[in-house]
């Protein structure tokens, strides 16, 4: 839903089918902008990813459940990232993203809870030339760690009307 100052996002590394069964969610591209060797610092495990950037506040959780074990909650840790309002990755200077080298605003990881369920408090993301409105993650059960392998890699987009009434805000 989304009113004048919020927008909440939910995703699960599994989908529920209607029989009640779940299914590992479809692979995507890591992106242009991952950053992985962030994943070595312990500033970017935190809940709320925005740091300075303004914008409409949005809520992000993201559920980690054993599609081989009844879609039970699992632990591990989820890494966020997503372009600021105005289309800017943090962490990258280069082509149209200049300036933004050493920034780490709208990145992040937290570790699951006990519901399997990894938080994070951003901003609604912005879009860049040949991308939807989108934000970037990776699903680990593994040590933390930029060595560590991810077990999923996908992306979550919004939907449109959603998006329009987001960007026709003043925010």
């Given at each position: 839903s989304v009113s004048s100052n919020a927008a909440?996002?939910?995703?699960?590394?599994?989908?529920?089918?209607?029989?009640?069964?779940?299914?590992?969610?479809?692979?995507?591209?890591?992106?242009?902008?991952?950053?992985?060797?962030l994943l070595d610092n312990s500033l970017v495990l935190r809940d709320n990813v925005a740091e300075d950037k303004t914008g409409i506040p949005l809520q992000v959780k993201i559920k980690?459940?054993?599609?081989?074990?009844?879609?039970?909650?699992?632990s591990g840790y989820v890494y966020i990232w997503h372009c600021d309002k105005d289309g800017l990755y943090s962490g990258y200077s280069q082509n149209n993203n200049a300036g933004q080298s050493g920034k780490?605003?709208?990145?992040?990881v937290q570790y699951t809870d006990t519901s399997g369920v990894a938080h994070f408090t951003t901003i609604y993301p912005g879009w860049?030339?040949?991308?939807?409105?989108?934000?970037?993650?990776?699903?680990f059960l593994t040590n933390y760690g930029s060595s560590a392998?991810?077990?999923a890699i996908s992306q979550m987009a919004f939907p449109a009307a959603t998006t329009k009434?987001?960007?026709e805000t003043s925010l």
């Open positions: 909440t996002s939910t995703t699960s590394a599994a989908t529920n089918s209607s029989s009640g069964a779940c299914t590992l969610i479809p692979t995507e591209t890591i992106g242009p902008f991952p950053l992985s060797t980690l459940v054993n599609v081989n074990d009844g879609c039970k909650p699992v780490t605003f709208c990145r992040g860049y030339a040949g991308r939807i409105t989108h934000i970037h993650f990776q699903i392998k991810s077990t009434a987001v960007y």
